[in-house]
């Protein structure tokens, strides 16, 4: 089905089953423990050796001699894996640097050894007896030093609207700052996992992956073997934010170990590699240039953008809001890259709009300070209905003022009080607002359904659940199109021999996955009414019957002994080109701040969320309380400290990396807005998972700047940034 | 990891006999610490023994009204003990304050004395640590220094002890109990117990090889009002940037030791004479010679503020 016009009435819209509030189906699996999570497919792949991997422990330059002599005697060891066992080895299109270094080394704790042993506990040992020699090579490790040496990435484009210049220098009120957002690490609960068995020449891979056909195709291109012969398996996924989009060290070392070792052999990245092995959200400096009439119109927006990724690698382009948040003629959007020695980047949870609201939020709030506004009304002033910079593209959506205005009321934002003024004993506090953006994406998703004689409607699709609620959300959207109670649904997800998905980011993953069901629905609804002989335009199908005029029949009985299989897909057609599609929120944050020790405590947040039908608001508001919470740690606590000297984040654990506690988060709220979005597909819905941690960080800076009157422009924003400015202890 | 044999010992004497006979063993209480540094293989000892059986999860009055807290009391009952909470309210809190709830049931009172430092480079067994591995160097000064010591540091080691416990037990002038591998017992004052790094970083208390602790004693209660106030960046389940434990007095003389600043917890007596005079008289002693770096001086102003509205909170 190919979705290219805007979505009129369809069966989704009785709301009998999507948009209702549901638990989700796999909860009971789940706390339980009966769901197997990767490294625990025991009984898919019995007799699974253990393989520990080795880490590189310098940034740059090559192995000069690598030992594995004690290694290889030790107790248990069956074999190991290095790039001088394994043959040609290629790399994976979305990897920047290999998934098996050696003997050149690019970035510290790259994989460079497998030791697969009996236990895990012989494996790990032996691991620790490889003697490496490195020759070290010079690095760059620190953006602020090699800024100047960035340069345009091929994808990326700069957006010169007007003439920004000249519109800032003339503009009455300017401002013109820099903020920093530091590396961010992905820090889900559980660690990359695979178990890889071998039959001949074919690959199973029990793995922990977010994205199937992306990570089917890797792992085929990598180890030089067709596609076809690559199965992978995915039902479970302990969080991912984008940190198992690709795939990495664990699934490929599997393979190879269990190649090697002629059985099957099961990979878990310890902790520690999550930090410097996996990819991370890279750091940005962003300088930021608004003008704007004394009345509080913007004339002029500049929003400049570097970070830097190993050779290869892509930029975090942090202005991707900026182009489409608020009005302004005059239009200055640039991004830039530069080349260094550090662990790979890439996507994490908003990638681009998390560190670029943290940075932009806060430029508008000091805006409205200088222009004597209320920082919403400000916002309220600027805002935009069409895309600035090509007017003749509407929104499909846009409810940003009242996501504001609602929540303003809400939250008592006319509480607040004047920088630095409110006390609360030993605290002040203050609040915050930001603006909450994240583009809708959508992708090509297929779907399978079977209808058995008993009326149970069974979906497959390759799509993924990170924890998000996929299985609830297609489990819906089956039953409200087959007119069946949930119970009567069946979900099997995450197996790359079902049909290819959308899979799970870039908050696309529900939107689409569903839409794709919907397709799938549509094909077998005909199915099921030409078999009765009914017109598929005048079939309903309710209480687990199909029905059409007087005629009505039991669907396990319509679809027969054998029953019936449909299969279709869903994909987008220019909707996206004509509409901006975009999703919108405001995040109102009060904050303690300790007047002796600057420590800073969050005391409530609310988030008021415009985005498309809310297929289900249970999972979506986990999702959107999950996503504030990040927030929060990224803008109180999260920061991956460089060693600019050997080049890799010191911090890797966590102790080290420190994310919120319950103790951080007293308080949530979410609201979501009436929404139907009919540009976005038949679902007409759209993702809420990444919006909600869009603009977080900055909501919770302007509410430190509220409590104390001291901005800090560099995350985290941590109390020793604040100290020398609070006010004297009698 | 490295493997290990594994034995429990029935009496103080027999598992401090015990340790002396092999090299590098080690006693395993709680196993919070220890055993996550074996894992790391920064630690590997050959032999463990387990030291939980031997009854030593008592506390009791002293004779001179002071109590006798068991080397293997759990933080978690430590904290609960009513005389603790009545009498060594610094302490309770400082337990309070430490780790986890879960973690706190585990861990114990010679646990938590001896658990190492949490400098990341110590963690990280491709980085040089002269802790870890004496001679090789420093990689804390000049790398990521935020958490480190600000006083009583050295060229070869600018680490922190992490124990919440230890700081209030120093301020209030606990005593650790031993007894050596030859069946001697011995008291330490924490004074003395915990070491400055110097040029022997991984040298880091006053017990010999295979020496056991058998219990921490306290003298009798001081009164006052009992503070401890840990900093941190997020609000629960971190260590330390700093701590401040202090007791004061109505007529505000006290004692006061900090945590977080130092390879120890850090006191020092004489400075103690200038609390009346408020935080600022104080901490010209209390922190003299200190040498922090660019990324962790924050620390000396965040403890002279925090002093400061402890002084204040004690004469209100
Ligand atoms: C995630 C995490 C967070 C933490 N947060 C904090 C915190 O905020 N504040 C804080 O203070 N602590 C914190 N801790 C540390 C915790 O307090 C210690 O791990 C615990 O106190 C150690 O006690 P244990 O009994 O488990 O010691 P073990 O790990 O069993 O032993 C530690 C050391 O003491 C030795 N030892 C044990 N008993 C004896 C004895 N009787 N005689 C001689 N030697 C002995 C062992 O051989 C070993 O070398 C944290 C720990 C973790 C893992
Ligand atoms: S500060 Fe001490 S523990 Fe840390 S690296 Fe240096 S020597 Fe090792």
Same mark, same amino acid.
């Given at each position: 089905m190919k979705f290219d016009t805007p979505a009129t009435t369809n069966p989704i819209d009785q709301l009998k089953v999507v948009g209702k509030p549901t638990d989700r189906i796999d909860g009971p699996l789940k706390t339980t423990g009966m769901a197997p999570y990767a490294y625990e497919q025991h009984e898919a792949a019995p007799n699974a050796a253990y393989g520990y991997v080795v880490g590189a422990t310098i940034a740059k330059g090559t192995i000069a001699a690598l030992d594995l002599s004690k290694a290889e005697s030790a107790p248990g060891v069956i074999t190991i894996v290095t790039a001088d066992t394994v043959g040609k080895l290629d790399k994976g299109n979305f990897n920047t640097a290999k998934l098996l270094g050696g003997p050149d080394i690019q970035h510290y704790h790259q994989a460079i050894a497998l030791v697969v042993a009996e236990t895990f506990e012989q494996a790990r040992s032996a691991a620790g007896m490889i003697k490496v020699r490195y020759t070290k090579a010079r690095g760059e490790h620190d953006l602020e030093a090699i800024r100047t040496t960035a340069t345009r990435h091929k994808d990326s484009k700069d957006s010169l609207v007007g003439d920004f210049v000249g519109a800032f220098s003339a503009a009455p009120v300017q401002l013109d700052v820099t903020y920093r957002t530091p590396d961010h690490a992905h820090a889900m609960m559980e660690p990359h996992a695979s178990i890889a068995s071998w039959e001949g020449d074919k690959l199973t891979l029990w793995t922990s992956n977010q994205m199937i056909d992306w990570g089917r195709g890797d792992v085929a291109k990598t180890l030089g073997v067709p596609k076809d012969n690559v199965r992978l398996i995915s039902p479970y996924i302990g969080g991912g934010f984008g940190g198992k989009l690709f795939v990495r060290a664990d699934a490929i070392l599997a393979a190879l170990g269990a190649r090697q070792a002629k059985r099957p052999v099961k990979v878990a990245l310890p902790r520690s590699f999550m930090f410097n092995n996996t990819p991370h959200r890279p750091a940005t400096i962003q300088r930021i240039r608004i003008g704007a009439s004394k009345d509080g119109k913007i004339s002029a927006i500049g929003h400049e953008n570097w970070s830097g990724d190993l050779a290869g690698g892509g930029p975090e382009d942090a202005t991707q809001q900026t182009k489409f948040l608020y009005a302004g003629a005059n239009r200055l959007i640039t991004t830039r890259l530069a080349v260094l020695d550090l662990p790979e980047g890439n996507a994490m949870r908003a990638p681009g709009e998390a560190p670029g609201l943290m940075a932009l939020e806060i430029a508008i709030d000091e805006m409205a300070e200088k222009l004597g506004l209320d920082p919403i009304e400000f916002r309220v002033i600027n805002d935009t209905q069409v895309d600035p910079e090509n007017p003749a593209r509407p929104f499909s959506q846009r409810q940003l003022i009242k996501c504001l205005q609602s929540g303003a009321d809400r939250f008592g934002w006319d509480k607040r009080g004047e920088p630095g003024k409110t006390r609360d004993g030993r605290w002040l506090t203050g609040m915050g607002v930001a603006a909450a953006f994240r583009n809708n994406l959508t992708m090509k998703s297929a779907a399978r359904v079977k209808l058995d004689n008993k009326g149970v409607v069974t979906v497959e699709t390759d799509m993924t659940d990170i924890g998000t609620g996929t299985y609830t959300i297609i489990a819906q959207t089956a039953a409200e199109m087959m007119g069946v109670v949930l119970d009567k649904v069946v979900v099997k997800l995450g197996d790359s021999s079902f049909p290819v998905s959308a899979g799970s980011?870039?908050?696309?993953g529900a939107n689409s996955s569903t839409a794709g069901v919907y397709a799938a629905c549509v094909k077998l609804r005909e199915m099921v009414a030409k078999s009765q002989k009914f017109d598929p335009a005048k079939t309903s199908f309710a209480d687990g019957k199909v029905t059409s005029g007087r005629k009505s029949i039991d669907l396990g009985k319509a679809a027969g002994v054998s029953g019936m299989v449909a299969e279709d897909f869903i994909e987008f057609g220019d909707l996206g080109k004509t509409h901006q599609q975009s999703t919108f929120g405001a995040h109102f944050v009060e904050v303690g701040v300790n007047v002796v020790t600057a420590e800073i405590r969050i005391r409530r947040m609310l988030a008021v969320c415009a985005a498309g039908r809310i297929l289900n608001p249970k999972s979506a508001r986990s999702q959107v309380i999950g996503a504030m919470t990040m927030g929060a740690g990224a803008a109180l606590m999260e920061d991956l400290v460089i060693d600019k000297r050997h080049g890799f984040f010191v911090n890797h654990d966590l102790a080290g990396y420190e994310v919120p506690v319950h103790a951080d988060i007293p308080h949530q709220e979410v609201i979501f807005l009436d929404e139907t979005d009919p540009m976005s597909s038949p679902m007409k819905a759209k993702g809420v998972g990444e919006l909600g941690i869009c603009g977080v960080g900055a909501a919770i800076a302007n509410a430190v700047y509220n409590a104390t009157a001291v901005r800090v422009r560099h995350y985290p924003i941590t109390l020793d940034k604040l100290l020398k400015d609070m006010p004297q202890i009698a | 990891m490295k493997s290990f044999t594994y034995e429990r010992a029935t009496s103080p004497a027999e598992a401090a006999a015990k340790a002396a006979r092999t090299p590098g063993a080690r006693f395993i209480a709680g196993g919070t610490n220890l055993l996550d540094l074996m894992k790391l293989e920064i630690e590997t000892p050959p032999h463990l023994i387990d030291v939980n059986g031997l009854g030593l999860d008592k506390i009791e009055a002293t004779d001179d009204g002071g109590l006798r807290i068991g080397a293997l009391v759990r933080n978690t009952d430590l904290a609960a003990d009513d005389r603790v909470r009545r009498d060594y309210g610094v302490l309770s809190r400082a337990l309070l304050a430490g780790a986890s709830g879960q973690l706190r049931n585990k861990a114990t009172t010679a646990g938590n004395l001896l658990q190492r430092t949490r400098c990341p480079y110590f963690y990280d067994t491709g980085q040089a640590c002269n802790k870890r591995t004496p001679g090789s160097g420093c990689s804390a000064i000049g790398g990521f220094s935020r958490q480190h010591a600000v006083v009583g540091a050295s060229t070869a080691c600018i680490a922190t002890h992490p124990s919440d416990m230890a700081v209030a037990m120093r301020v209030l002038d606990a005593q650790v109990e031993t007894v050596k591998p030859d069946g001697k017992t011995r008291r330490i004052k924490i004074a003395d117990f915990h070491k400055l790094p110097g040029s022997t970083p991984h040298i880091e208390t006053a017990l010999q090889a295979g020496e056991f602790i058998t219990a921490v004693t306290l003298p009798k209660p001081i009164g006052g009002i009992h503070v401890y106030h840990k900093i941190r960046d997020r609000a629960s389940y971190a260590f330390a940037l700093v701590s401040v434990a202090a007791v004061i007095q109505p007529d505000g003389t006290g004692r006061v030791a900090l945590g977080g600043? !130092?390879? %120890?917890?850090w006191r020092v007596? %004489? !400075?103690?004479?200038d609390l009346p005079k408020g935080a600022k008289a104080v901490m010209a002693k209390l922190m003299a010679d200190a040498t922090p770096t660019p990324e962790n001086e924050f620390k000396i102003t965040l403890v002279e503020r925090t002093l400061s509205a402890a002084l204040m909170d004690a004469r209100a």
């Open positions: 980011g870039g908050q696309w | 600043v !130092a390879h %120890k917890p007596e %004489k !400075a103690e004479t």
